[in-house]
């Protein structure tokens, strides 16, 4: 297949690579993978917050970006829930709350082809064993928007389950928010501290080496209340885990997913 991989701006600036491990998993399972540069955001910033005035722009250079092409590409993907969320869900709204029907169609088209990996690999791929190995024990958070908007559901279990030499230890309360959601954690910072805090706490008592979700964001918030509180677990994307084998093993490090405040 040929797939067109969306990084988010997130994932750009943040935790690249994220990207990396994307492309290299897709690369590895035999699929071609390309990257169209003129992307930048999907507008999930502004359409959580209620402007979709200011988002449509936004939404339109996105579809701009990846309509001309879908007859060439068979799927586009992105390593973010929340902003497969936003593409599949919210494009088209804020397309029709600014009354233009035909972005609304082209948005529409865009939506049909985005998947996140997890959605990718086990419904589009049909695969859940990648070849992956990862001799560690880790718990799963399930993002708000891969839980609530796509109904990922166990997809990514069924991948990290299939990985070999990984333990997956159940999260207690693991269907809670970590308190991130953008623009939430800086107007409300109290009431999203308290909520990163239980979550975290929740990753501790695991005992699990690292934490894994399918969105930096999350993994950026949850991993800086770790690094803070000097807690043992790490933070690791899903992809990053797939990526990983033996003959090239995921090493950890202080990347910025560890160290956000």
């Given at each position: 297949m040929r797939i067109s991989l969306m990084t988010t701006c997130l994932v750009d600036v943040m935790a690249p690579d994220v990207a990396a491990s994307t492309v290299r998993l897709l690369e590895r399972l035999g699929h071609e993978v390309v990257?169209?540069?003129?992307?930048?955001?999907?507008?999930?910033?502004?359409?959580?917050?209620?402007?979709?005035?200011?988002?449509?722009?936004?939404?339109?250079?996105?579809?701009?970006?990846?309509?001309?092409?879908?007859?060439?590409?068979?799927?586009?993907v992105m390593p973010s829930g929340s902003c497969a969320g936003c593409v599949r869900d919210q494009h088209a709204l804020v397309a029709r709350h600014e009354g233009d029907s035909e972005l609304e169609e082209r948005a529409g088209r865009v939506a049909a082809k985005t998947y996140e990996l997890s959605e990718l690999l086990v419904d589009v791929l049909k695969v859940t064993d990648v070849g992956a190995y990862f001799p560690h024990t880790v718990t799963y958070h399930p993002t708000c928007h891969s839980m609530r908007v796509l109904k990922v559901g166990p997809r990514p279990l069924k991948l990290l389950r299939a990985v070999e030499g990984i333990e997956v230890v159940n999260l207690p309360e693991s269907d809670t928010c970590c308190g991130f959601g953008g623009t939430f954690s800086v107007k409300n910072d109290a009431t999203s501290d308290a909520m990163v805090t239980d979550k975290a706490a929740n990753v501790v008592?695991?005992?699990?080496?690292?934490?894994?979700?399918?969105?930096?964001?999350?993994?950026?918030n949850i991993g800086g209340k770790l690094h803070r509180t000097g807690a043992a677990p790490k933070p690791v994307h899903l992809a990053q885990i797939l990526a990983s084998t033996r003959e090239e093993p995921f090493v950890p490090s202080e990347t910025i997913l560890g160290r956000a405040s």
């Open positions: 990257f169209d540069r003129r992307q930048t955001c999907c507008g999930q910033m502004h359409t959580n917050t209620g402007y979709y005035t200011e988002a449509a722009p936004v939404v339109r250079q996105f579809v701009d970006t990846f309509e001309p092409a879908l007859d060439e590409v068979d799927a586009i008592r695991t005992g699990a080496d690292f934490v894994v979700a399918g969105d930096a964001s999350c993994l950026m």
